[in-house]
């Protein structure tokens, strides 16, 4: 459904009035607090809580006990490291957990998705206090392959100072949570200390001298009444680009021909620049009654990103500098009345030979042009390369009653909503179509998830005389609306300007505007009902069983269920295991959204759009409306817990059928462009190809996790060890055949299947040594990265003599450490180096294409070294 929008903020005035409202009622009290609470609150959050909220809708368990592996980490163990941003910290703690560097790749630049065992990011539910997060409004239309039009929530708008503990739930969880939750649910708990608190201070540089970091950050927790709590959590940084780039040749060619306008490089591959990157997250809690606890938890983030785009040549660039590939300039005629303006050359020679014409005669040849005739070589003669940012803006807010009637049925009623706002913008670049007149930066627009959600859970233990134990009852329903919103752009990044005719291109060029008629909001509605049984039916066996109803406004109802074991063989040992059923809804973005995106092929840059699945278009590419996804999930392992040993071995298996990603690149014909331009889409003679969104094809990924943690003491202190190990190994079962133009084709290329195949290391593998001496503490981890394939350039060629850029990248070690002192029990001084030995991902030999020095997909990333020192003061 289409309506109208308007540009509101409907969570912002109820974040601020939450925020405000607890300082202002809580600040006098901070004074009370002495010197011996807050050592004890010190202790106290740097314990390691060992239980878990998922899993199981009953009573919370020990991770022991769980019938699915679940991962608790401590939020002490997010502020051991240099990285600052959470999807960062969350790589370095969970090996199935990886991100790529996303150097130059439109929004995914602006918030980088994450994979959980192989999956893309919105196969992973993300929970915060154990209600489902709000999904950001990025859609990743350039993802590498597996995370190709990913829409997932954006954990990096919180910050690690917040955190309590962080659990992770490595199991299909959607009979139990619902859509999303098909490789894993990750659930952050907030701290919800009532005194007490930390600021924290941290500044860090790359080896090479680049990336700097400037970050403070701090957490307060206060009394709210004699019987609440309100903890604040804010954090804001700043971090400087890095490059890590060499001169493309064709950039080197033109210098060469003595151009001196070519920057070196001339494009830049690195990390984006963060301008301000702020968060604020709030935590309340109250007793209002017996037996009946109110609480509410927001957040406001916002962060200017701002990264690099693809240089645009200045004799090949086309629609902008040349339409036959460099062999002539691009002119256009103002006054076709005063006659024609000829033809420029701008290389040497014909055929093969690609030779540049030295840049003296081609601006000779510029400047005898009559007056009427109009070339970007004389406006822009060193070409330009755009730089593309967004601010993204994050803002939520949930709030409940929870408790237990007189009948002894525990109940949570609550109601939460959450906004993610991105709104881009484009510099350095220009319309083509425009001319000479063309703005050089552009407001393309933005988009906009704004998702609601209404719970109401119960659960009790029942005795059964059947059984030793009670069997725990737990239930209840869910509502949801879900809205994605696109907003147009200026008018200068759409126009269609008076060149347009004569092959310029149309819009801001790299990311065309979002024109008037793409604009709209686009709405769906859900609700669910689920329960959850639970039975022990000797001290040693336990099994869970849980079901779920859901309905979905546009596409039907699903209904999925979940079985889990586990066995207590010994002392020592139990075995553990789970068989379930899972989906995954099409997010509403998914289906409506339109986009333009610039990449590279076997042909140079090409501009796709991607057009939503029931666009006529679209329909003729094989298009249809989109259904979910549908998962079959089964893991089985063991626990060994053997004096300080604590050991978890778990295999999975996930098979997922009609999985949704965008189509490679569907090549259009001049009857396609006639088509779409009969439509009224005015700017489709920019089009190379389009994508849209498709139930294309099926996978099975199948994997190992491997934990195990050692603790004992060592030179008067206490020394542990963790390991931990994942194999992940995904296949591709089938693809879609479509017949098209009369041929049976597929819109999964080749290049893509391996990407999704080998995308990602299928071995990522972690040991820490931790110890603690005195004031004196530290830790050692070693990474390793298991080898992968990239598609370079997302160019969608899978062979090189196709003209494919494939790279195969081999594996890894990185190490990190820090050391930390104590000065007295408030101030903490620590000093570290992730990557400390430097290392970088292999070089490749496409360097001179577009002058990338490494694989740009990495998940070890391309910077090398990072070294940084933090102050942190408790109190």
Not at 103 to 126: C, F, K, M, Q
Not at 205 to 221: K, M
Request: aromatic fraction near 10%; charge should be negative; glycine fraction near 10%.
């Amino acid at each position: 459904m289409k309506k109208e929008i308007t540009n509101y903020h409907p969570v912002a005035a109820a974040i601020k009035i939450a925020l405000c409202g607890s300082l202002l009622f809580s600040t006098s009290l901070i004074a009370q607090e002495t010197t011996e609470a807050a050592a004890e609150q010190k202790a106290e959050n740097a314990a390691v809580e060992k239980i878990a909220v998922i899993g199981a809708r009953g009573a919370p368990r020990s991770v022991g006990d769980s019938a699915v592996p679940v991962d608790v980490i401590g939020g002490e163990e997010f502020s051991k490291n240099g990285t600052s941003d959470m999807v960062s910290l969350m790589t370095a703690a969970v090996p199935s957990f990886n991100v790529n560097a996303q150097p130059i790749n439109d929004a995914s630049t602006l918030i980088r998705p994450a994979n959980l065992r192989g999956l893309p990011p919105d196969s992973t539910l993300v929970l915060v206090n154990g209600k489902r997060r709000h999904r950001a409004a990025v859609i990743t239309f350039l993802g590498s392959g597996i995370s190709d039009g990913s829409q997932g929530p954006d954990i990096s708008v919180i910050p690690s100072i917040a955190l309590k503990q962080v659990e992770i739930l490595r199991d299909g969880a959607a009979a139990q949570y619902g859509s999303d939750a098909i490789a894993g649910v990750i659930n952050f708990r907030l701290k919800d200390a009532d005194e007490g608190g930390s600021f924290e201070v941290k500044t860090g540089q790359h080896y090479e001298g680049d990336g700097d970091l400037r970050q403070i950050s701090g957490n307060i927790g206060l009394p709210f009444t004699d019987n609440g709590f309100a903890n604040i959590s804010g954090e804001y940084k700043q971090a400087d680009p890095t490059s890590r780039s060499v001169q493309r040749s064709d950039a080197a060619g033109s210098a060469a021909a003595g151009n001196p306008f070519i920057a070196d490089p001339a494009q830049v591959w690195g990390s984006p620049e963060f301008k301000r990157d702020a968060k604020l997250f709030a935590n309340i809690g109250l007793e209002v009654a017996k037996d009946r606890e109110f609480y509410l938890f927001t957040n406001w983030a916002e962060r200017d990103v701002e990264g690099g785009f693809y240089f645009r040549h200045p004799t090949t660039r086309s629609g902008v500098y040349s339409n036959d590939d460099g062999a002539s300039l691009l002119i256009g005629n103002l006054d076709e009345s005063l006659g024609s303006c000829g033809t420029i050359a701008a290389r040497t020679g014909t055929g093969d030979n690609t030779r540049i014409r030295d840049h003296a005669d081609i601006m000779a040849d510029v400047d005898a042009l009559p007056a009427h005739c109009f070339t970007y070589y004389s406006m822009l003669p060193g070409g330009f390369t755009p730089k593309f940012g967004g601010v993204v803006t994050d803002t939520a807010i949930a709030s409940g009653v929870k408790g237990e009637l007189e009948s002894g049925w525990a109940f949570d009623a609550s109601m939460s909503i959450g906004r993610s706002e991105v709104e881009f913008y484009i510099k350095d670049t220009l319309n083509p179509s425009l001319g000479k007149d063309t703005p050089r930066d552009f407001s393309p627009g933005k988009y906009v998830q704004l998702e609601k959600a209404a719970n109401l859970d119960f659960n009790k233990p029942i005795d059964v005389d059947a059984l030793p134990y009670p069997l725990n009852v737990a239930g209840g329903v869910e509502y949801r609306d879900e809205t994605f919103e696109i907003y147009a752009g200026d008018a200068a990044s759409f126009e269609v300007g008076p060149l347009a005719s004569q092959g310029f291109g149309i819009g801001s060029n790299g990311f065309p505007g979002f024109k008037p008629e793409d604009a709209g909001s686009f709405n769906r509605y859900s609700y669910a009902a689920y329960t959850e049984l639970g039975a022990e039916f000797s001290d040693d066996f336990r099994m869970d069983f849980a079901l779920r109803f859901e309905d979905f406004e546009d596409f039907g109802n699903t209904t999925n269920g979940k079985l889990t074991a586990r066995y207590q063989a010994t002392d020592e040992i139990a075995f553990r295991s789970a068989v379930s059923t899972g989906f995954r809804a099409p997010t509403v973005g998914q289906s409506h959204v339109r986009n333009v995106t610039t990449s590279f092929s076997p042909e140079g840059l090409v501009d796709t759009a991607t057009l939503p699945p029931d666009h006529p278009i679209s329909l003729q590419k094989g298009g249809k409306p989109l259904t979910p996804e549908k998962s079959k999930n089964f893991s089985i392992g063991t626990v060994l817990e053997v004096n300080d040993w604590y050991v978890t071995l778990d295999y999975f298996h996930i098979k997922v059928d009609d999985r949704i990603s965008q189509t490679s690149g569907l090549k259009l014909n001049q009857a396609d462009i006639d088509a779409l331009l009969a439509l009224g889409v005015n700017d489709a003679s920019s089009f190379t190809s389009v994508k849209y969104f498709t139930n294309d094809f099926d996978t099975t990924t199948q994997g190992l996790d491997l934990v195990a943690n050692y603790g004992f003491d060592l030179w008067d202190g206490r020394t542990t060890l963790a390991f931990a190990y994942n194999w992940t190994d995904t296949t591709v079962d089938r693809i879609s055949e479509y017949l098209i133009d009369g041929e049976l084709t597929t819109n999964i290329s080749d290049a893509k299947k391996e990407q999704l195949e080998r995308g990602l290391p299928r071995v990522r593998g972690s040991f820490t040594v931790n110890q603690n001496y005195g004031d004196w503490k530290g830790y050692v981890r070693f990474n390793h990265f298991g080898a992968f394939y990239e598609d370079h350039l997302d160019n969608g060629v899978l062979l090189e003599a196709d003209g494919g850029i494939p790279i195969e990248v081999g594996s890894a070690i990185t190490v990190d450490a820090e050391i930390s002192y104590s000065i007295n029990d408030s101030y903490e001084i620590s000093v570290g180096a992730q990557n400390l030995f430097d290392a970088y991902p292999d070089e490749h030999k496409w360097q001179g294409i577009a002058g990338s020095k490494y694989p740009t997909t990495a998940v070890m990333g391309i910077n090398g070294g990072f070294y940084y020192a933090r102050l942190n003061y408790s109190f």
